[in-house]
């Protein structure tokens, strides 16, 4: 069975920094490229960033390009993101999310194979 479960995330001010993690089980973690999105109240889940298998190619939502710094270590079966200069605007539940290798993959696109269930991000302004 597949699971993928986040954590690291909490309360912080503006300006401030957190760092996500998401541990994977259940699957060959190497074959499969990793994402996180999130979900705002009342939006829909957006991409924030993503990384395939290798963790040679990264990918970033325009809106925290600079800031946010997405890695893996396949040893550990773990993906991070690491959020830095945090707005009140970056507030959401944040989900990791993972793509099996070989298949057509839009890094962008909710069309990951699993899915987490989610760490809350608070930024305090």
């Known amino acids: 069975q597949v699971q993928l479960v986040e954590s690291g995330g909490g309360l912080v001010q503006a300006g401030g920094s957190l760092r996500l993690s998401c541990a994977a089980s259940?699957?060959?973690?190497?074959?499969?490229?990793m994402g996180w999105f999130r979900q705002a109240p009342g939006k829909e889940r957006e991409f924030v960033a993503a990384?395939?298998?290798?963790?040679?190619?990264?990918y970033y939502a325009d809106s925290v390009k600079g800031r946010f710094t997405i890695s893996r270590d396949n040893a550990k079966n773990t993906v991070y993101l690491q959020m830095n200069s945090l707005k009140p605007e970056d507030m959401a539940v944040y989900y990791c999310?993972?793509?099996?290798?070989?298949?057509?993959?839009?890094?962008?696109?909710?069309?990951?194979?699993?899915w987490g269930q989610g760490t809350q991000v608070t930024v305090s302004s």
């Open positions: 259940g699957l060959t973690f190497s074959n499969f490229h």
């Open positions: 999310a993972a793509k099996r290798f070989g298949v057509n993959w839009n890094p962008k696109a909710r069309t990951y194979d699993y």
């Open positions: 990384i395939n298998w290798g963790g040679a190619s990264t």
